[in-house]
RNA sequence: GCCGAGGUAGCUCAGUGGUAGAGCAGCCGAUUCGUAAUCGGCAGGUCGCGAGUUCAACUCUCGCCCUCGGCUCCA
């Protein structure tokens, strides 16, 4: 019999007889890799274990260790339940059912929408099936007779998507127990190890993810090799619930969004209002540090305008409707870049001013779809840390840098330490969607690349997730759970200075146009504080915190004492809170920590004896006794610092 | 926008056609207390809005508003 030669990931190599499966190689290395098996990489593509080798090839033995492996797994476990389903309701029809970070989903079709008592007897049915330990065998069909198999079955979905991805005349089929799916796999070996799952939702979803295909059901399940994991992810949900700015808003009374009002609508109440103004405050000393100059800008303008921009015919879809007013139409503004650039424009620039970056908090509006608002985190009106850097092209490369710095200044400074950088490029089979060349474009992706490859930024290219007038950089951070969110953006623009004739005179005496770059870095203060309210969990270090001390006086008898330690905390310029209610001291402690206010300072009998404060910090706990003076010294300067505590 | 689930007191939630409930918060009183909830009382509601069915609607039907989950991750 004919010998092949298997090379491991180690580098040795084992000679085995053609058609040994990988199964069988890793039970010789060892018994227990040969449980532990999910998959085998076999140069370089993922196979059944299964599957008979029959050339020399470099093969690995994956276990739940490759995050390949799991996904597999993962997709096993799609097809698990797209079995069960079947079982328990025959005539549904089947979209796909891939991996996800967290788990699989499926997708169905059926006339009754699955209600959760569906989900729990189909998780039942999943749990029954997986104890048979049901092999995953895949098959190969000729295509025709793949499609006949189906029409039959009135899978039109399954046919469309023979017809689309199958090259090669036959195609793969997976079988679990009398279940069949279309599928190119690989699967683990059987369903017996699928222990750690949940069904978790059932939500719409358009066929392909596209609108104006039929919606289907698509049941999500949270899947894991070991129950550990799953319930560490569980656990993980719980904490997001808990962290969830929505909720903490509420309770720490920072902010609300009202009916009335209309949805995507943020109202800042005091304490989210002093959060703001205190974030507010840096963020302008560091725009003038840095050479900027802060201006601001009407809300709405000529409707005219915006189609100079091309936002009018670009971003129509995410704009208010234009309002007349004596018989003109007037824009509420979606962006601030054309105010920005009638300020440019207003008069005439020479090249020894440039560059000229103009920052505005400006406030914008923008429509958009009722379904995808959410909390501060997409809104209809928001507030952009906006600004708009005019320059020549010798200058382009550092003003993007000094850009990504900045950001990364903002992310030390708010306490976020892990970041992701995307760069966003056009997309190349969607041009009438971007304004501009396709020269400009390469020129300015080629600009933004140099510019991250200088800093040694290590980032994802992004086709197709530019904005419509330029390239950009995006930074997602990613919070205390590790779901990340996009916040800080630099835009490149070779659209608005052409539209609006930009020009400056050069050291020639001639005109030429400038370069423009957009730049956010909070993104916009809702999104920004949204995401820091579940960052700190609603603790905020002392800087920001709305209260930063509560005087609890331990009873009524030392309210004397308390309100002149609370006066003198004022005076000291310390957001201070007097809790004189006729309560237990516990009681306003627990009050005081669940307003996570960072210090609490207790008043009774010792203290006034002593003419000192007992400090407790609402995460260190009871920090003793010391002078009022020396406790406003120490907070001062924590405050001063910024300290993320 | 679309699919699904929801909307009952400030908050969290119970209430399957027959006079709207609880806990917390609030107010009043008692208590004057040492590091995460003192006790008692009182008040609080157009049951999201509007139509309809019914002797009777928080409850059933329809429309609208709002909230939540999802709608990118290739068999």
């Known amino acids: 019999m004919d010998t092949i030669q298997i090379t491991l990931p180690d580098g040795a190599t084992r000679e085995v007889p053609s058609g040994t499966t990988a199964a069988q190689i890793a039970t010789q290395i060892s018994p227990r890799l040969g449980k532990e098996a999910l998959v085998a990489r076999a140069d370089g593509e993922l196979v059944d274990l299964s599957r008979p080798l029959d050339h020399n090839i470099k093969l690995s033995i994956l276990t739940a260790k490759d995050p390949d492996a799991v996904q597999v797994f993962r997709h096993s476990a799609a097809h698990l339940l797209a079995a069960a389903v079947l079982e328990l309701y025959p005539h549904v029809k089947l979209g796909v059912g891939p991996p996800i970070d967290t788990g699989f989903f499926y997708e169905f079709v059926r006339e009754q929408p699955f209600t959760l008592e569906d989900l729990e007897k189909i998780e039942a049915k999943m749990h029954e099936l997986a104890a ?3 092999p995953n065998e895949r098959k190969l069909l000729p295509k025709a007779e793949a499609l006949e198999l189906y029409r039959k079955a009135n899978q039109e979905f399954k046919c469309e998507l023979i017809e689309e991805k199958a090259i090669e005349p036959m195609v793969s089929f997976y079988t679990t127990g009398k279940f069949i799916d279309f599928c190119r796999g690989p699967h683990i070996p059987s369903t017996g190890r699928i222990k750690a799952f949940k069904l978790m939702s059932v939500a719409g979803a358009y066929w392909k993810g596209q609108e ?8 999500y399940g949270a899947c894991f090799v070991d129950q550990k994991e799953l319930d560490e992810y569980l656990h993980k949900l719980e904490e997001a619930k808990r962290r969830d700015h929505r909720k903490l808003g509420t309770d720490l009374d920072l902010f609300s969004i009202q009916d009335e009002a209309g949805p995507g609508l943020i109202f800042w109440h005091p304490k989210g209002a002093i959060i703001r103004r205190e974030m507010e405050d840096w963020l302008r000393a560091e725009l003038t540090r840095r050479g900027y100059d802060l201006v601001f800008t009407p809300h709405v303008m000529r409707l005219e305008l915006w189609k100079t921009s091309g936002h009018a015919n670009f971003y129509r879809e995410n704009m208010f409707a234009p309002m007349e ?3 003109a139409d007037y824009q509420l503004k979606p962006m601030n870049c054309p105010g920005h650039i009638l300020i440019y424009k207003s008069r005439l620039r020479s ?3 440039l560059p000229i970056r103009l920052a505005e908090l400006g406030t914008v509006y923008r429509y958009e779809r009722s379904g995808v608002l959410h909390g501060l985190l997409r809104v209809r009106g928001f507030t952009q840390d906006d600004a708009h850097i005019f320059c020549m092209p010798e200058q382009i490369e550092k003003e993007v840098q000094d850009c990504v710095e900045f950001a990364w200044e903002v992310l030390r400074v708010f306490g976020f330490e892990r970041y992701e950088v995307e760069l966003s490029g056009g997309d190349p089979l969607r041009p009438q969607d971007y304004a501009g060349t396709p020269e400009e474009w390469k020129h300015a992706e080629d600009a933004l690349t140099n510019t991250l490859k200088r800093m040694n930024v290590p980032y994802k290219f992004m086709p197709g997730e530019a904005a419509f007038y330029g390239p950009k950089i995006d930074v997602k ?9 996009q916040l800080s953006t630099v835009q490149f623009d070779f659209n608005l200075p052409g539209r609006f004739d930009l020009e400056y005179v050069g050291e ?14 909070w993104g916009s203060v809702e999104r920004f504080f949204g995401v820091l309210i579940e960052q700190y969990a609603g603790a905020f270090p002392a800087w920001l915190a709305p209260v930063q001390a509560s005087v609890l006086p331990v009873s009524g008898k030392f309210e004397e004492y308390a309100k002149q330690v609370t006066q003198q905390l004022k005076d ?23 307003q996570k206010i960072p210090y609490m300072l207790i008043l009774g009998g010792k203290e006034v004896e002593a003419n000192t404060v007992a400090v407790r910090h609402r995460a260190k706990g009871d920090l003793g006794p010391r002078s009022l003076d020396q406790f406003i010294a120490d907070l001062k300067s924590e405050i001063n610092s910024r300290a993320a505590v």
């Open 325 to 327: 007013v004596e018989k």
């Open 132 to 134: 048979k330990d049901v």
């Open 477 to 485: 951070l990613v919070d205390a759970i590790g779901r990340p969110w």
């Open 508 to 521: 020639d005496g001639s005109r030429h146009q400038p370069l423009m770059v957009h730049r956010a870095l």
């Open 351 to 353: 090249y020894r001013e």
């Open 212 to 219: 104006g295909n039929p919606q289907m059901q698509r049941i």
């Open 572 to 594: 000291a310029g310390i957001r201070v809170h007097l809790d004189d209610r006729n309560e237990k001291l516990q009681a306003k402690i627990r009050d005081a920590q669940l």
